[in-house]
């Protein structure tokens, strides 16, 4: 059964520091891109970043750009999101996805993703 797994989420003030993880099963991990998204409280779903099956490629929401780094480790069958400089606004539950074929000019599409974790809280707040 496949399954996204994502953790490391947590309240940490302004200016901090997290790193989310997405750990998969039931499937190769490297043939799946793979997105970050997150939904504040009455927002709607936002893209987040997003990686290539190999790694080599990822874009950005430009919210995030210069803070947000997302990296994968396909041995370990996990994703990971490095969230620095984080501000109130970055306040959500994030969520990983994953899908097979994607035209990577898409990949912040939520409709796009075929397989979602249950999502990880992130607060920043003093």
């Known amino acids: 059964q496949l399954q996204l797994v994502e953790s490391g989420g947590g309240l940490v003030q302004p200016g901090g520091s997290l790193r989310l993880s997405c750990a998969t099963s039931?499937?190769?991990?490297?043939?799946?891109?793979i997105g970050w998204f997150r939904q504040a409280p009455g927002k709607e779903r936002e893209g987040v970043s997003c990686?290539?099956?190999?790694?080599?490629?990822?874009n950005y929401a430009d919210s995030v750009k210069g803070r947000f780094t997302i990296s994968r480790d396909n041995a370990k069958n996990t994703v990971y999101l490095q969230m620095n400089t984080l501000k109130p606004e970055d306040t959500a539950i994030y969520y990983c996805?994953?899908?097979?074929?994607?035209?990577?000019?898409?990949?912040?599409?939520?409709?796009?993703?075929?397989?979602w974790g249950q999502g990880t809280q992130v607060t920043v707040s003093s």
């Open positions: 039931g499937f190769t991990l490297d043939y799946y891109a």
């Open positions: 996805a994953a899908v097979r074929h994607l035209f990577f000019s898409r990949c912040v599409v939520s409709e796009e993703y075929t397989y």
């Open positions: 990686i290539s099956k190999s790694g080599d490629v990822t």
